[in-house]
């Protein structure tokens, strides 16, 4: 069965960091992207960042671009979410998720995705 399983969420201040983790289990995911959206009350799951799993091609919504950095680890089958300088439109809840493709174009629909997790909460506070 495959799982995607999120970590590392908490509360942590503006201008803080946190790590997120997703560990990814059940199939080889060498032919995905991993993407993390994220979610927070009364507004639609957002595309945060992407990579490719095995090209390492990154993506990043522009919100985070400059304060976040995704990155995996194929041994361990988990992607990172480095969050740094967390600001008050930060706090929500993250997902992760792997969508099967070669071009980038498919990572920021969450409705293209092949696997979601149950997410991991950032109630961030400013």
């Known amino acids: 069965q495959v799982r995607l399983v999120e970590s590392g969420g908490g509360l942590v201040q503006a201008g803080g960091s946190l790590r997120l983790s997703c560990a990814a289990s059940?199939?080889?995911?060498?032919?995905?992207?991993m993407g993390w959206f994220r979610q927070a009350p009364g507004k639609e799951r957002e595309f945060v960042a992407a990579i490719h799993w095995s090209a390492g091609s990154t993506y990043y919504a522009d919100s985070v671009k400059g304060r976040f950095t995704i990155s995996r680890d194929n041994a361990k089958n988990t992607v990172y979410l480095h969050m740094n300088s967390l600001k008050f439109e930060d706090p929500a809840r993250y997902y992760c998720?792997?969508?099967?493709?070669?071009?980038?174009?498919?990572?920021?629909?969450?409705?293209?995705?092949?696997?979601w997790g149950q997410g991991t909460q950032v109630p961030v506070s400013s």
């Open positions: 059940g199939r080889a995911f060498s032919s995905y992207f």
């Open positions: 998720g792997a969508v099967r493709g070669q071009y980038g174009s498919l990572i920021y629909r969450r409705t293209d995705y092949d696997y």
